[in-house]
């Protein structure tokens, strides 16, 4: 049911407090000093102690795969590899003994996806699943998994499913880090609280959507838009381009930030909206330059900001503030204004959110 909004992808990226919640509730333990993760007791010694974990998905999934390279690699030192599941399981890759490989799937019935696993697993891997749809074939053919708790997802652009999965990995790769002695169990309990303050953030965000929508209103006839981030909001980049072409069909591309002077900077003219999702993290000042470089060439930026920045807001012709956070969590706040500011351009462009031409909920072909 939709009660009051006008349309599933609303009330799915509204539910969002609710749905990070659900899924960490009862994983996060109640002394808030732990994190249990029931689906992968049995094989967490194996996975403590893999060579490496390869992470398998598409679109949005994969995005979400992204997250949790950076996050493990950080926190827990094991070498990862993000790879979309229609390349990995028709190339040639290896696959060791040790190896981990884990499909993320919101449907649990991607065609690619599920293919990819059974290669995997015919090689000896040890097969782990985050899926949203319980019972799905892709949650039947993993050895073990977890499940995000983000309820039906109707829309078919996934927001409320991307941010569980970014939930679980989170939680994922802070326990994998606490087990291989790679974080105090102080850093542990502190990046725990980082996760429980989420929802409230979100939350906070959510109330600034009048804001979101003045300024997708400004930009609704743009013919193309560029996303830009670094290290953990680089995934976001891509997830907020992917987000507003899939249902404005207005056409954009998600980049590292740093890779824009490698050709995308050819686009940018004063046509060009160029969303900038930033945090006050280590890569601050770099985002701050990337800036200068678009507004030298007459772009408009839109900058993802959290509230205590003083720099990029002076710069940006339009801002959507998030709360600050943590840099390990703050890909959870930093997507949900492009998830609202991709509805709005949609919606005033006349097109189908809920279910863009083109597109299923499920990809159950190749
Ligand atoms: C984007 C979107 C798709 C899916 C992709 C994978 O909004 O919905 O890109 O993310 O088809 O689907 P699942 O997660 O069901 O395997």
Redesign the pocket.
């Known amino acids: 049911e939709k009660g009051d909004f006008e349309h599933y992808m609303l009330k799915e990226i509204f539910e969002q407090p609710k749905t990070i919640q659900d899924t960490y509730r009862g994983r996060i333990k109640a002394d808030q000093k732990e994190i249990v993760l029931g689906g992968l007791l049995d094989v967490f010694p194996k996975i403590v102690n893999a060579n490496r974990i390869i992470i398998i998905?598409?679109?949005?999934?994969?995005?979400a795969a992204l997250v949790a390279e950076y996050l493990i690699e950080e926190y827990a030192r094991i070498p990862v590899e993000v790879e979309y599941?229609s390349e990995f399981r028709y190339r040639k890759p290896i696959i060791n003994p040790g190896d981990v490989v884990m499909?993320?799937?919101?449907?649990?019935?991607?065609a690619?996806?599920l293919a990819a696993l059974k290669m995997a697993k015919a090689q000896g891997a040890l097969i782990l699943g985050i899926?949203?749809?319980v019972g799905s074939s892709?949650a039947r053919e993993t050895d073990a998994g977890v499940y995000t708790h983000a309820g039906t997802?109707i829309?078919?652009?996934?927001?409320k499913?991307?941010t569980a999965?970014v939930t679980v990995l989170t939680l994922f790769a802070f326990k994998l880090a606490k087990e291989r002695g790679k974080i105090s169990q102080e850093l542990y309990e502190q990046l725990i609280g980082e996760m429980l303050a989420i929802p409230d953030k979100v939350q906070t965000i959510l109330l600034s959507h009048p804001n979101i929508k003045k300024v997708a209103e400004k930009y609704k006839d743009a013919i193309n838009a560029l996303y830009l981030g670094r290290g953990y909001l680089f995934p976001v980049a891509l997830?907020g381009a992917?987000?507003l072409k899939?249902?404005s069909y207005m056409h954009a591309e998600g980049y590292a930030a740093g890779e824009m002077k490698h050709g995308p900077i050819a686009l940018v003219d004063d046509n060009l909206p160029v969303v900038v999702v930033s945090a006050k993290d280590s890569y601050y000042e770099k985002v701050v330059s990337n800036i200068q470089e678009v507004k030298a060439r007459k772009g408009n930026v839109i900058a993802v900001v959290t509230e205590d920045d003083n720099g990029l807001r002076n710069m940006a012709n339009d801002l959507f503030e998030v709360p600050e956070s943590h840099p390990a969590v703050a890909a959870l706040l930093a997507v949900v204004p492009l998830q609202l500011f991709a509805y709005y351009i949609a919606v005033m462009r006349g097109c189908n959110v809920d279910q863009p031409r083109n597109?299923?909920?499920?990809?159950t072909v190749e």
């Open positions: 998905g598409c679109g949005t999934s994969w995005h599941a499909a993320i799937s919101q449907s649990g019935e991607t690619d996806t899926c949203n749809v892709i997802e829309g078919v652009a996934s927001t499913a991307f999965q997830e992917l987000k899939e249902i597109l299923a909920k499920s990809v």
